[in-house]
């Protein structure tokens, strides 16, 4: 294999930190996005006190906190989650996040792409 033909494999299987599309989605609220041919993992920090307000769309969505704590409302149903837990948003259904009293850093995979997040 050549040093080309290693690099480009590299390129195609592996992400460095601070890799794959950014954006800051919500004032305190910055993502970075990495898509597959069907599926999106997005990594998601937050400032403490930021939010996501209700939103929804088409995507399946789950997740993991990673480290803080967020309050998550999902369809109605209001939950703190700190590292380790997880959650599943069907497609269409109402959610919105607020981190709690520090940073917070989330891990969230769609299915399928969000295209916006691309």
């Known amino acids: 294999m050549s040093d080309q033909t290693a690099t480009n494999d590299a390129d195609r299987y592996f992400i460095p930190a601070g890799g794959g599309t950014h954006r800051r989605l919500f004032p305190g609220v910055e993502l970075r996005a990495t898509a597959g041919d069907g599926l999106m993992l997005s990594l998601v920090t937050f400032e403490p006190g930021s ?4 939103h929804s769309h088409p995507h399946e969505q789950m997740g993991m906190m990673i480290s803080g704590r967020a309050e998550f409302t999902v369809g109605g149903v209001t939950k703190i989650l700190g590292p380790g837990d997880i959650w599943r948003i069907p497609g269409h259904v109402v959610h ?8 917070a850093v ?6 399928p792409i969000r295209e916006d997040y691309r």
């Open 106 to 111: 989330a891990l969230d995979v769609f299915h």
């Open 96 to 103: 919105k996040v607020q981190a709690l009293d520090g940073p």
């Open 51 to 54: 939010t996501v307000p209700d």
